[in-house]
């Protein structure tokens, strides 16, 4: 099975600021890398998927990039909405896997 | 448009059988390249891909529940089923069905999600 590894588990930032988050496959998984935002209470949202490739209607301050193992999520410029929980996820291959997602706090 | 949507107890008690149903609509599972899968987020934890059945009936699991596992589909009534037994409290989460097109299968449309207590 494919282990998909986040980090940071937890980030606290403010309202403009520049936001990276990882995400490490432990094989390389070319692509099939996809990346959705949750917030409580809610079934997680689609932003990214194929590793850059931005779902309709999300905003474009979201980007992704990486291919084989590594990589990564970025907000340009963090807005007040973009506060949850996201979490990688490959579909590589079965079994399907996401990452232990990484909480974006306010600081 | 596409929906889902996941019903099934709010609550069983341990060693029970957990049935589950995701009605869906505005896609059909007999189209060529669609599939669903069930996925479940225990509270305050990560999410974790339970089990997916594609449009041509093909049926994966999760390594570490799949002899717990049995996942179904009706085309006709645009149902997916999902059969858990042997209940513990460890499967409390909230449940969910979403939608995967091949070949990039991300989940473009989800459930809103069902919680499950397993409780006695």
């Known amino acids: 099975d494919i282990q998909m590894t986040q980090s940071p588990s937890s980030l606290s930032a403010s309202v403009g600021d520049r936001v990276t988050i990882t995400c490490r496959a432990s094989q390389s998984i070319s692509s099939y890398l996809n990346w959705y935002q949750q917030k409580p209470g809610k079934a997680p949202k689609l932003l990214i998927y194929a590793a850059s490739s931005l779902q309709s209607g999300v905003p474009s301050r979201f980007s992704g990039s990486g291919s084989g193992t590594d990589f990564t999520l970025t907000i340009s410029s963090l807005q007040p909405e973009d506060f949850a929980t996201y979490y990688c996820q490959q579909s590589y291959s079965t079994p399907q896997s996401f990452g232990q997602g990484t909480k974006l706090e306010i600081k | 448009q596409v929906t889902l949507k996941e019903s099934g107890p709010a609550l069983v008690k341990p060693t029970q059988t957990l049935t589950l149903t995701c009605t869906f609509s505005g896609f059909s599972l007999s189209t060529s390249g669609m599939r669903v899968s069930w996925i479940r987020q225990p509270p305050g934890k990560a999410l974790e891909w339970l089990a997916r059945i594609d449009w041509d009936d093909d049926k994966f699991y999760s390594t570490s529940l799949k002899t717990r596992l049995t996942i179904s589909k009706d085309t006709s009534k645009n149902q997916v089923v999902l059969t858990m037994t042997n209940m513990d409290p460890v499967d409390t989460a909230t449940y969910y069905c979403?939608?995967?097109?091949?070949?990039?299968?991300?989940?473009?449309?989800w459930g809103q999600g069902t919680l499950v207590t397993v409780s006695s």
């Open positions: 979403a939608r995967a097109l091949r070949p990039l299968n991300y989940f473009d449309y």
